[in-house]
């Protein structure tokens, strides 16, 4: 059964040529996807396949590749037509053989990789090539020219897609769901970005719903719920529903381009309503729903149980075929099945009637630009920072909101850049006191608005939406297509996307190493509402364990900065924002807090990393007798309040006050590239003096950072112990033993000879 | 404008006794929430209200609050009338306060905090103990009675009421969703879960839609797409849609009490017909929208702006109330508005009015033994695990695929526990080849089905979807209702759930220290499909960083095993199975790989959690030259092919093979109960030679257990350095350093003197 629903018949008709073509790329695409999993030699099978032509290890996923496959040529088709920017997302990106197979076609797998051109030598290549160590991964990655996209942790095609889309007026992405994919939390919450999308000044997002029936094992819950409830679902989401369903390719051709042109046109009526002021309500954007076999075209019946359209094609279909001669027909028969020798000729070379469908130039699917963003990317503009400073006549003498400054130079930064710059938030922008950048711009809005609200806009440049998973999704496709943005969240609740930023950090890493990647903005994170000031909250908003979760990444892609007041915050959110293909967490306090350095001593503090607060040491200059470090506003405030103690009642002692203010230099140089060289620590922290460190997260974490250092024996740090409750600021410090009162016990149990001396003062402590 | 949809006209009409009781509990429960906000004295307002009565910091969420005591006020309703077990699910868990007043009322709360009973003593010590260090939290935790659910980090609600409904045949669960929480993506893939609830042996959900049309700072998505879209939205889930909609009170109860009736008697209605037998299609589950003003029956205006029915009314709508007296009064009015001497008598006992709404015993919702699991849990019927150990004549002279021997085990814990037991994951538990369990069970599925499908049922015990974060949340909500489970999944996507396990060690640690919650089972992890072995996939597939994840929370309640091979997996598992109030992390391969066990050896290096093995080890009971350590099923096999190596090539080498499979037992016993004392570290490590540790995940982990080690700087530890991409398992190895080779590098590298003996093995390695 084929239907191709939504409005019968309003679809042009695609004549015999349009539809043969469409057919013969797919079976190219479909023969070069075939031939990616299985052969590593005889790629036109111009002689009959023996086993020696075979791989010996299968690897890959046939199941989704015909869909994808599908919809790529239809794609290509539409793009050379309408000359149109198109930018795919594929959320089943375990389909790399199909995103390949595109790139082969287009050019552009050839350009990148020369060694796999359009030729049967590079058609061997490009089999060989995949799931192969150092060749191509068998997911859609960094590596895949035309991806945006990394396709192994499922869950988060349509938000990157949506991101991509933001303040890219003239894209359409067309972006593929797997229905299994369609069963994440991320996935479900990306329906709704429908409601942040400015038909005006953004880019228009086109989900393609891949209703292939199963994920691994398993039926997919969206295949099977029927037609009125899904229908319901996704006009429920906002979207009008086109379907298209079958298994007869040219009737699914006919369908699936009747389908997409309305769809497109429904995108230009939608576009060309907004943008030329006619358009009053939310529009409906449609979508489309692609129900076809799962493993379409390939092996029907296998040891006598179904695969095509079964969860058993999901990955290799055909197994065991160098050892079984039968299974070894069934894959030529497979391969023969889409009739190469009319799709290439004897050199391998595509035939006419597939260049045909191939657009020209960065017009490609795998050639765009806004799948390579840093071809995009521009320095953002970034009024100087200095200016709005705090006043800091004396340290402590003054304070301040750190976050609440910053956000008047975001404001300024969100002016400067009015369609390169984006704040991200699950709605604490102004919880986080950022909200001076609701003075510049509104919070972006599409869905019904009141007369009590504020700040609500279609134009706004605040996406808040209650899902962390959103807010990182959107900030990645924006980054990715050559964009800057930062994400500002509750410190606590940054670990919901633990597992996104390890896929992100995991792709700067790869797109690193391949020259043809350009850098792109890096992903900058606020991490606020921390851990020490969850007065209204309690245990549940405690864990600072990001920065454990971050450093196990590449050291080359991330950084983590602690700064310890308000002017050194300007400094280092001004540095991130700078900065390219890094992870850059930066943790910093809303509440109410000393400022310590005026903006040139922050500014070179911040240059440093880290550095000795003189005015707070009682050393001059000299070694020594203990070393009180911190890294923090919390512990840094702690510190000082410890030193003001032990100055007053132990004015003997000499201490030396280190602030740490990016926590990487605490690793050698050979770990990472902050790290710093062994004398310089050894010169800061003593090699031989007791070192009291009060640090913002778990404590641990710095005795990992530091724990080849020459001094570590004598570290003892004190930091967040997974003690809390609903409670006030500075019992919290209490119940983690991080207050100025524990730190002068440790410095008293800690400093040789002075326990006997001290030991009034200690009781003293105790009874805080 | 009031409307009570759905089926017009069917509900039983509210009688005015009725009427006047449920609104007479709301007001008590509204009035004792304002209470907890803002009173430390003087709580039946006897006296005029002064600033000393007022609390000197104004913490917790008012916005959400009369919503959920409205929500609860009606359950307490049908409770009564229909003798039902319900058990409450508040997502905006930060209105706290609803919840607290509602066990006040019914009992429950002086039942625990004996200081806190019914009487005008009782109702002072409910106001000072909210939000106060060592009282009850603001949101919704362990500490509230009738509570399975923290609130405080928002997306959970959904997922934790179907855990607690599976197998449950008579409980209700209502679950109140917030209009934010509905935007996480957790909460968006939660509806979908009906497909995997079975009317006849499980229980029901009723979800209410908390439609009061903010989060903090923003309109909530859902509130603000029109009845239409959100109709067809919530019947695209499966769901027959009864909106309450409005704010004049009396008119609200009357559609509220006859909706909630008509949702009751549906549900009533599937059971029956599914338990009957007559039950032909997938059910439409009831679904409960209510829409009504945020911060309902607060203040409507304060400083001239609109407060009432606005996101301003999200934490504490009037501040400043001790300096301001304009403000006291306006706290005043408001507090009166709910005629508190109407509502408790002058000794602040309740009058009888409400009394009447008050059910009794077990059902209480604050005291229904459904949501202390703990007092319904029984001990699983464990098979003896040792029946289905694999044969080990020598170590190494059989191999087996470790998850699949635990399948068979698990199979027959399946049989064994039919109502108790359930298994979870992300579809992929025939990948992580436990498929052995489907000879005993299906997997639950209420969708449609096909004649292709395989081992679907609605009675399955197998849980698969394809969301991480509804596996967590189903066995979260199981567990806290007293059963048992165990989540298999990919090791690389748990980190999808590092909040969510965030959030339940810290449930976890909290309800170990109230006598009053009783033990409930250990949170089971299988992570397979591990970093070692992603020859399909790649680096997207490759993380072992849960561990160290896992490691920050409190030693009290974290576990993390790493079994060597398919016998001491089974008992390892089974230890698990039996445990309480713990998470349980176990890592363990699925591909074929050696046995090195028997069975009763198996037993005992489990049991012990790290020990020699002296098969392998070449010091024959002396001091060695070096410690090769290992942790892991890859990281043994390397370290044994290492000591073979050695074995072969310098045989005068003393080499002591230490195999650790309880990691924790490498902390000091201070950090961890499992941690072992310095002596027997020094004993097994030895103080003073070099130890080459090999291990599954990131090495700074063993460097962060073992840093107060003795032995510490002879600790040189390999493991994953975040290098991968799709390749070989023994590349994998390589590419990070852990193989054989580099592990026998390192021994020549380390053990003094023997750098020069060993230049010719050494190259030949390097060459490898
Ligand atoms: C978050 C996550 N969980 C689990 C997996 C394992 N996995 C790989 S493919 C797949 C099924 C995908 O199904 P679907 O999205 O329908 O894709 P298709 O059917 O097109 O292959 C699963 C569960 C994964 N890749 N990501
Ligand atoms: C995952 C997560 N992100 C952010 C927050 C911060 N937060 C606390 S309450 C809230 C708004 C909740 O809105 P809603 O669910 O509608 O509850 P209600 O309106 O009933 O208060 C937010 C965003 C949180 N608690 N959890
Ligand atoms: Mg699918
Ligand atoms: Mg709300």
Redesign the pocket.
């Known amino acids: 059964m084929t239907t191709a629903e939504g409005h019968p018949g309003e679809g042009r008709p695609l004549g015999e040529h349009e539809l043969d073509r469409l057919d013969a790329y797919w079976r190219a695409a479909n023969y070069l996807s075939v031939g990616q999993i299985y052969l590593m030699d005889n790629p036109l099978l111009t002689e009959p396949l023996r086993p020696e032509h075979v791989k010996p290890r299968l690897l890959g ?1 046939w ?2 590749t015909p ?1 994808l496959t599908f919809v790529l040529a239809h794609l290509n088709r539409v793009i050379a037509e309408r000359d149109l920017s198109v930018l795919s997302v594929l ?2 990106g ?2 790399g053989p199909a995103a390949l197979a595109t790139a082969w076609l287009d050019r552009t797998y050839g350009e990148v990789y020369p060694e796999a051109g359009r030729d049967a030598e590079g058609m061997r290549a490009l089999f060989r090539r995949f799931s192969f160590p150092g060749g191509a991964p068998s997911h859609v990655a960094p590596e895949t020219p035309g991806s945006i996209h990394e396709g ?4 988060y095609s349509l938000a990157h897609a949506y991101g991509a889309a933001f303040d890219n007026p003239d894209l359409v992405v067309a972006c593929v769901v ?5 069963e ?1 939390g991320p996935l479900a919450a990306s329906w709704h970005s429908t409601k942040f999308l400015d038909p005006a000044r953004d880019g228009a997002v086109l989900p393609i719903l ?1 209703l ?1 029936g ?3 094992a398993n039926p ?1 819950v969206l295949a099977r719920i029927g037609d009125r409830e899904l229908r319901a679902l996704l006009e429920g989401y906002g979207h009008r529903v086109h379907l298209v369903s079958g298994d007869e390719p040219s009737a699914m051709h006919r369908a699936m381009a009747a389908e997409l042109d309305l769809a497109l046109d429904e995108i230009a009526a939608i576009q060309h309503a907004a943008r030329s002021g006619t358009l009053t309500d939310r529009p409906q954007w449609p979508v489309i729903v692609l129900r076809s076999p ?1 493993g379409w075209t390939g092996p029907k019946v296998v040891d006598g149980v179904p695969v095509e359209g079964t969860w058993r094609s ?1 990955q290799v279909p055909l197994s065991g075929v160098r050892e079984d001669p039968e299974r070894l027909a069934q894959l030529e028969a497979w391969l023969r099945s889409y009739r190469p020798e009319e799709l290439f000729d004897a050199h391998g070379h595509p035939t006419e009637l597939i260049d045909e469908l191939v657009p020209e130039g960065e017009r490609r699917l795998s050639a765009t630009p806004y799948a390579n963003g840093g071809l995009l990317r521009a320095d953002l503009r970034l009024p100087d920072f200095r200016e709005f400073a705090v006043d800091v006549p004396a340290p402590g003498a003054t304070t301040a909101e750190a976050t609440r400054v910053l956000g008047r130079w975001l404001r300024e930064v969100v002016r400067a850049n009015p369609h390169t710059f984006r704040l991200f938030g699950p709605d604490e922008t102004a919880s986080n006191r950022l909200d001076a950048v609701l003075e510049a711009t509104d919070r972006a809005w599409m869905a019904g608005r009141l007369p009590t609200d504020e700040h609500l806009g279609r134009a706004g440049r605040v996406m808040e939406v209650l899902s962390e998973h959103l807010c990182q999704g959107w900030l990645e496709g924006y980054l990715l297509t050559g964009r800057h943005g930062l994400f500002s969240c509750y410190e606590a609740f940054i670990h919901i996307v633990d597992s996104m930023f390890n896929q992100h950090a995991k792709w700067l890493k790869v797109s690193r190493a391949l020259p043809w990647r350009r850098p792109i903005s890096s992903l900058n994170y606020l991490l606020t509402s921390h851990v020490w000031r969850q007065d209204h909250n309690g245990f549940s908003h405690q864990d600072p364990g990001f920065l454990d979760h971050v450093v196990n990444k590449k050291a080359e892609v991330v950084r983590v900065y602690l700064p310890p007041d308000a002017n050194t915050l300007l400094s280092v959110v001004d540095h991130c924002l700078r900065s390219r293909d890094y992870v850059n967490v930066v943790v910093a306090g809303k509440q109410p807090a000393p400022n310590w350095l005026s903006m040139p001593e922050a500014i070179a503090h911040c240059t440093r990393g880290v550095g000795l607060f003189e005015w707070a040491s009682t050393d001059s200059g000299h070694e020594p007798d203990v070393v009180l470090a911190c890294a923090g506003d919390v512990p840094t405030l702690e510190t000082l309040a410890a030193t003001k103690i032990l100055r007053a009642e132990l004015p003997e002692l000499a201490v030396r006050v280190v602030n740490v203010v990016d926590l990487m230099r605490l690793q050698p140089p050979s770990e990472h590239p902050h790290g710093m060289p062994d004398s310089e620590f050894d010169a800061l922290f003593t090699p031989d003096r007791p070192i009291v460190f009060a640090f913002h997260g778990y404590p641990w974490l710095i005795h990992r950072l530091a724990y080849r250092r020459r001094g570590h024996a004598n570290l003892h740090v004190r930091g967040y112990i997974e003690e809390g409750t609903t409670t006030t600021p500075f019992d919290m410090v209490m119940l983690n033993n991080l207050d100025r009162f524990h730190l002068v016990m440790d410095v008293i149990d800690r400093v040789p000879g002075l326990a006997v001396r001290a030991a009034h003062l200690r009781q003293r402590m105790a009874d805080e």
Chains 1, 2 share one sequence.
Do not use: C, F, Q
């Not at 192994?152 to 869950?155: D, F, Y």
């Not at 797997?178 to 369609?182: I, K, N, T």
């Open positions: 996923h199941g989704t869909g959320g089943p375990h389909g192994g942790e499922l869950g797997g229905d299994g994919e369609a994440t891949h292939n199963y994920k691994i997919a799962k999901h």
